[in-house]
């Protein structure tokens, strides 16, 4: 049975993270991953959970709230006509194979390795985001053919080792293929159900020690962290939405970048010297 205050603690923890989550997400419309992962690793490791697959528990949770909250945000985009189905269509295959690659590469590496990983390309994500530019181009138009067949499958399995859906690594790819940012955030909506569906499937059948997990955890999700997270983020996207309408959120863009390369790079400093 689990401890109640312990499960009082992860409640107030969790939902002051969906809260965060949920706000950051309407008001820069960054992937909720790119913040949750991070922000699990730090509130089990304060709770007294650690252990070699720490990190795959917070990945498996992470990709447990997307499936839900992509999903919604997909039908949303959908009833406004701005999701880009034939980029769906052509990529969903090779995301789906990449996304099972990397729930094994994922359930074999230690939590320190995937540690890195986030580190280093949370590092590039937030780069971008702090000195990207929108007039950036690769191509007319997104990729086919034999390029697509490559970036299909790395696109699926660098978003699960990171826990992140289809916002953090799928805008900016299709911004720089000529996609209508608009068009691109509702398609990248459509990715992250992709992505995250069969890797959450996958995920609830790695084991993960019992002395060292937290309270209903099945398989590597976390059933606290997903419910808490979920009914957070659905009540305070809104007002990001909202404060988006009412200032200029390139600055906070700017400045969200700035925070997300530091905890990239606390993830690294974690990683090497622990």
């Given at each position: 049975?689990?401890?109640?205050m312990l499960l009082i603690q992860m409640l107030v923890m969790l939902a002051v993270i969906g809260a965060i989550a949920g706000v950051l997400a309407g008001l820069l419309g960054v992937g909720g991953g790119i913040v949750l992962v991070p922000a699990f690793?730090?509130?089990?490791?304060?709770?007294?959970?650690?252990?070699?697959?720490?990190?795959?528990?917070?990945?498996?949770?992470?990709?447990?709230?997307?499936?839900?909250?992509?999903?919604?945000?997909?039908?949303?985009?959908?009833?406004?006509?701005?999701?880009?189905?034939?980029?769906?269509?052509?990529?969903?295959?090779?995301?789906?194979?990449?996304?099972?690659?990397?729930?094994?590469?994922?359930?074999?590496?230690?939590?320190?390795?995937?540690?890195?990983?986030?580190?280093?390309?949370?590092?590039?994500?937030?780069?971008?985001?702090?000195?990207?530019?929108?007039?950036?181009?690769?191509?007319?138009?997104?990729?086919?053919?034999?390029?697509?067949?490559?970036?299909?499958?790395?696109?699926?399995?660098?978003?699960?080792?990171?826990?992140?859906?289809?916002?953090?690594?799928?805008?900016?790819?299709?911004?720089?293929?000529?996609?209508?940012?608009?068009?691109?955030?509702?398609?990248?909506?459509?990715?992250?159900?992709?992505?995250?569906?069969?890797?959450?499937?996958?995920?609830?059948?790695?084991?993960?020690?019992?002395?060292?997990?937290?309270?209903?955890?099945?398989?590597?999700?976390?059933?606290?962290?997903?419910?808490?997270?979920?009914?957070?983020?659905?009540?305070?996207?809104?007002?990001?939405?909202?404060?988006?309408?009412?200032?200029?959120?390139?600055?906070?863009?700017?400045?969200?970048?700035?925070?997300?390369?530091?905890?990239?790079?606390?993830?690294?400093?974690?990683?090497?010297?622990?």
């Amino acid at each position: 049975m689990p401890d109640t205050m312990l499960l009082i603690q992860m409640l107030v923890m969790l939902a002051v993270i969906g809260a965060i989550a949920g706000v950051l997400a309407g008001l820069l419309g960054v992937g909720g991953g790119i913040v949750l992962v991070p922000a699990f690793f730090y509130a089990f490791q304060t709770l007294g959970y650690g252990g070699d697959q720490l990190m795959q528990l917070c990945l498996a949770t992470s990709l447990a709230t997307i499936m839900v909250t992509s999903q919604r945000s997909l039908l949303s985009h959908h009833k406004k006509g701005a999701v880009e189905w034939e980029i769906l269509r052509g990529w969903a295959p090779g995301i789906v194979l990449g996304a099972v690659a990397g729930v094994l590469a994922a359930s074999a590496l230690r939590s320190t390795t995937l540690q890195g990983l986030f580190g280093v390309l949370g590092l590039v994500i937030g780069l971008y985001l702090g000195f990207g530019r929108s007039e950036w181009r690769l191509g007319d138009a997104m990729p086919k053919g034999a390029r697509r067949f490559a970036l299909s499958p790395l696109f699926g399995f660098l978003s699960v080792l990171m826990g992140i859906g289809g916002g953090s690594f799928g805008v900016p790819l299709m911004s720089l293929y000529n996609t209508p940012i608009h068009r691109a955030v509702a398609t990248a909506a459509g990715l992250g159900v992709i992505i995250a569906v069969p890797s959450v499937i996958g995920f609830l059948f790695l084991p993960i020690d019992p002395a060292v997990r937290p309270p209903l955890t099945y398989g590597a999700v976390n059933l606290v962290a997903f419910g808490v997270v979920i009914a957070m983020t659905l009540m305070t996207a809104p007002l990001g939405v909202k404060l988006a309408h009412a200032m200029d959120p390139k600055p906070l863009k700017r400045i969200f970048a700035v925070f997300l390369i530091a905890v990239a790079l606390n993830m690294l400093r974690k990683a090497l010297w622990g």
